[in-house]
T-cell receptor
Framework: KQEVTQIPAALSVPEGENLVLNCSFTDSAIYNLQWFRQDPGKGLTSLLLIQSSQREQTSGRLNASLDKSSGRSTLYIAASQPGDSATYLCAVSLIITGANSKLTFGKGITLSVRP | GAGVSQTPSNKVTEKGKYVELRCDPISGHTALYWYRQSLGQGPEFLIYFQGTGAADDSGLPNDRFFAVRPEGSVSTLKIQRTERGDSAVYLC???????????FGPGTRLTVL
């Protein structure tokens, strides 16, 4: 059974800091990995999708990397801003079921960026 | 374009009652998913539709839960004889054929008293 772990559960940093959020998964046979942002009381916003054949994806100040063999992904946020405060979740889908398959989520990391 | 929409945004019901939660996916998305999220947890998979059929319902917790997607677009999640433990945020997501990037709706917060 695929398990996704995100540690620590919460993180507080001063504005302007570059930071890395970690995600690990137990079954390396993944189809893809997706990073989401969730604001309190809201749904999930897709940030980045990394296919299993890719090593990284970038969008603006965000960069996500994937190391399938070690079962790890990182989300790098450059020059953090108070508006980045939210919960960040990673999720994976398995290669067995392929495209359009269920996601297994971590519990998320709640980020607070202090002005 | 319009994103995934869910109605109602909040639903309060009494133990034992029947509820229906609705999801409108992004137009043209053939795949539709239901997840459930409890406080402080990540979303947990319930059921996945490809078109009108349930391709994977392995996440439904018991037979009180049922979902339909009769015309391959809108889906309804139905919960019979609700229990307090069913209280959670129910999230719907959709994706295009052959592409697993899932786009989520705002969720329905269900509270069973």
């Amino acid at each position: 059974k695929q398990e996704v772990t995100q540690i620590p559960a919460a993180l507080s940093v001063p504005e302007g800091e570059n930071l890395v959020l970690n995600c690990s998964f137990t079954d390396s046979a993944i189809y893809n990995l997706q990073w989401f942002r969730q604001d309190p009381g809201k749904g999930l916003t897709s940030l980045l999708l990394i296919q299993s054949s890719q090593r990284e994806q970038t969008s603006g100040r965000l960069n996500a990397s994937l190391d399938k063999s070690s079962g790890r992904s990182t989300l790098y946020i450059a020059a953090s801003q108070p508006g980045d405060s939210a919960t960040y979740l990673c999720a994976v889908s398995l290669i067995i079921t392929g495209a359009n398959s269920k996601l297994t989520f971590g519990k998320g990391i709640t980020l607070s960026v202090r002005p | 374009g319009a994103g995934v929409s869910q109605t109602p945004s909040n639903k309060v019901t009494e133990k034992g009652k029947y509820v229906e939660l609705r999801c409108d996916p992004i137009s043209g998305h053939t795949a539709l998913y239901w997840y459930r999220q409890s406080l402080g947890q990540g979303p947990e998979f319930l059921i996945y539709f490809q078109g009108t059929g349930a391709a994977d319902d392995s996440g439904l917790p018991n037979d009180r839960f049922f979902a339909v997607r009769p015309e391959g677009s809108v889906s309804t999640l139905k919960i019979q004889r609700t229990e307090r433990g069913d209280s959670a945020v129910y999230l719907c997501a959709s994706s295009r054929e052959g592409n697993n990037e899932q786009f989520f709706g705002p969720g329905t917060r269900l509270t069973v008293l």
